[in-house]
């Protein structure tokens, strides 16, 4: 009997990186066409045949429980893992939640970052998993920066060469450098690895560990759509990647380009098509809205306003013209 995977969304970081928004909300908070990131995590589970999810929280964790609850909204069952006091990181993280994660049948576990949208189908990943009798495998990607992270290597079979740059005890031929997606297929067991306190990076803890002994390490590689939003620039680049089509995000959480059925744009204000703009928004006379522009629920845009290549939050008012911002007050 095949058992459905429980998975975690990897949830309570700090998202230093975004500054001031994080003081707002946490990362995976950040609205994306109507719909917080956390959210488009959760449906993308639903969308590969997951049901039971869990979530850590840290920083301004009531925020993601409030969007989500018990997941029951959506055809889900969601669990919280909190991490109070100090924050436990990846290795962590997976530790606190293994009781929650762990169905004691061998069952693999599902992770994935709270702050990524992508297109990429759980199943093959889960068929190589299996194939290869994987103690954990990383969905990867080809990326020119990949060294700069700390790069991974696959041979033709899918397992990992190199991870962090340096070969395992085979010595064994990889490929052209890879990143981690930061979604993960894990064996129950590979939970054992990660030391048992404090805050701990699972790849320099356990996935190390595994590596250097030789274990079953696998590495799925993917071209399908996967964006990561951890700085104002990747945020705006990745609203404005679904605005524009570049995802397919069949599992989207509602219309990502359009007008609100509520929203009052003035007949002499200019709307371009590449745009999202949600319910209640009024846009006043000759404004200007577009390309690649979210407005959130309530907006206020004045009259005259130029807004392109910007994200306003919920009930912002937009008094000035906008480009390549992030106006969240």
Not at 48 to 74: F, K, P, T, W
Request: proline share 6%; aromatic share 4%; with cysteine.
């Amino acid at each position: 009997m095949t058992r459905t995977p429980r998975a975690m969304i990897m949830a309570a970081g700090f998202g230093t990186r975004l500054g001031e928004l994080s003081e707002l909300r946490p990362k995976p908070m950040l609205p994306v066409c109507g719909a917080p990131l956390v959210r488009w995590a959760a449906l993308w589970l639903r969308a590969q045949g997951i049901r039971e999810i869990v979530i850590n929280l840290h920083h301004r964790g009531e925020q993601i429980e409030a969007e989500l609850g018990d997941g029951s909204e959506l055809g889900l069952a969601i669990a919280y893992s909190r991490e109070d006091g100090e924050i436990l990181g990846t290795g962590g993280g997976l530790r606190q939640a293994r009781p929650l994660l762990d169905d004691g049948h061998g069952t693999p576990i599902v992770a994935m970052n709270g702050k990524i949208i992508l297109d990429q189908a759980l199943a093959p990943v889960l068929a190589l998993h299996h194939a290869l009798a994987a103690e954990a495998t990383m969905l990867l990607r080809p990326d020119p920066e990949a060294e700069r992270w700390g790069s991974l290597r696959v041979d033709p079979e899918g397992r990992v060469t190199h991870l962090l740059g340096k070969s395992g005890p085979k010595d064994q031929v990889g490929g052209a450098a890879l990143m981690f997606t930061g979604v993960q297929v894990l064996a129950p067991r590979f939970l054992d690895r990660i030391p048992a306190s404090g805050q701990q990076c699972i790849v320099r803890t356990a996935y190390s560990q595994l590596h250097a002994e030789g274990g079953a390490f696998a590495g799925f590689v993917t071209d399908d759509y996967w964006w990561e939003h951890s700085t104002r620039e990747r945020y705006l680049q990745g609203v404005a990647n679904v605005i524009e089509g570049r995802a397919r995000v069949a599992h989207a959480p509602g219309p990502v380009r359009g007008v609100g059925a509520s929203a009052q744009i003035d007949a002499t204000a200019r709307v371009d098509p590449m745009t999202w703009i949600g319910p209640r928004v009024r846009v006043g006379a000759g404004a200007e809205i577009g390309p690649r522009v979210q407005l959130g629920a309530g907006v206020v845009v004045d009259p005259g306003v130029r807004v392109r290549d910007a994200i306003v939050w919920d009930d912002a008012h937009v008094t000035r013209d906008l480009e390549h911002e992030v106006l969240a007050r």
